[in-house]
């Protein structure tokens, strides 16, 4: 489990699980919405967009979060770990009961 991508619905908290397990396993956090966001919230061109995650996924380890589809045949080609995060509504309330 050395670069895995998590991936859900928009909203349910993929960014933040994410976030946490590339902390447990000390490596780099990718996240796709910000790559995929330029200034402004100008949407990257797709070339650049693509060149950014190839950059990312190069390395040894890694997890990223997002399922853009300009680019989720690089990341799916070199991950061994897919996340797929759909937590319940019960499980989000919690959640946000204890932040």
Known sequence: MRRSIVIG?????????AAS???RLNV????QDAWN???HLRETPRAQFRALVDTFT????WVMDGNSSKAR????SRSDTL????PSLRFQSALRTQS
Do not use: K, N, Y
């Open 9 to 17: 619905t928009t909203g349910r908290g993929e960014t933040t699980l």
């Open 28 to 31: 780099p956090c990718g996240e």
């Open 73 to 76: 045949d690089i990341g799916r």
């Open 21 to 23: 397990l590339a902390g």
């Open 37 to 39: 966001h330029g200034p």
């Open 58 to 61: 190069s390395e040894s380890a």
């Open 83 to 86: 996340v797929w995060f759909a």
